[in-house]
Structure formats: C-alpha cells, structure tokens
C-alpha cells in the first residue's frame, strides 16, 4: 500500500489539473482512498466490469476504427512502452497500462459530449520528419 500512496501522490504532483483519479475498490484501494482522501481531491473508487481481457475486447472497436490517437513518441517518450504491452496482451510480462487504456476508453464510451470542443479539421500537428530507421506500426497486413 505505502507504494500505491506515493505513486498516486507523484502522479497528481505531475498532473495537478487531473480533475479525477480513479481507483480499482479492490485489494488495498479502499486502504488508498481513506488514506488521502483528506490530502488529494478527485479519487474515485471503481469496481470495472468483467476482466481485463473483457474490458479490453469491448473497445478493440474503438481501436480498430483508428478512433483512438496517441502522441509521437518524441514528445511522449511513454508510448513505446504503452504499445509494446498491448502487442503482448494478454500473454505479455505486463498488463497494468493495457487495463488502464481499456478502462479509460471504456469510461470515454459514455461520455456524451466531445472531449475535445474544436473540430478535429481545426487541430493542426507540426510536420515532424520521422527517420526511416523508425520502427513503424502493425497495419493489420502480413509482414
């Protein structure tokens, strides 16, 4: 638990305008929210549905569909990683980011409203050349 509380305790110290943190209510989640409740706003217990191979196949769609957009990884270094674990799921060594992805896509499910209120036409992304060497992603095709 003490790990748990000083993980949470960084992650709001680098992200202050996280309005919500949401908190599996199981294990020693409980534990976690009574412990900063008083020192951290927005934590959220959550009981998800089914399990994580469950939660992921809901929002495969969402992927498939190419609806779901992450940064480069030259100016989010954390990408690689996030898609090396999701390649492996469910067999790979790790699948913590993988079920937070799929819980958070999931939650956006519901969302009724844009999360982003200018159209996408209007978001403009610098041109970044990226090196030929860079290794690209799976397409859906054989290699």
């Known amino acids: 638990m003490p790990r748990t509380v000083e993980a949470i305790r960084a992650m709001s110290a680098k992200w202050p305008a996280a309005a919500a943190k ?6 020693n989640g409980p534990a976690v929210i009574a412990s900063l409740k008083h020192e951290i706003a927005g934590l959220i217990a959550v ?8 939660r992921a196949a809901a929002v495969s769609p969402q992927i498939e ?6 940064p480069h990884p030259s100016i989010a270094p954390w990408v ?9 799921f469910p067999h790979g060594a790790h699948d913590d980011q993988v079920d937070a992805l799929t819980q958070a896509l999931n939650r956006l ?3 009724s409203r844009p999360i982003y209120t200018i159209p996408e036409s209007e978001i403009v992304v610098e041109k970044r050349n990226i090196p030929p060497d860079w290794p690209r992603f799976w397409d ?3 290699i």
């Open 140 to 142: 859906g095709r054989s």
């Open 47 to 54: 009981n998800p549905d089914g399990g994580k191979i469950s």
């Open 65 to 70: 569909a190419g609806n779901v957009y992450l």
């Open 109 to 111: 499910q519901g969302v």
């Open 22 to 27: 949401f908190v599996e209510d199981k294990a």
């Open 80 to 88: 690689d990683a996030l898609i090396e674990e999701c390649a492996g």
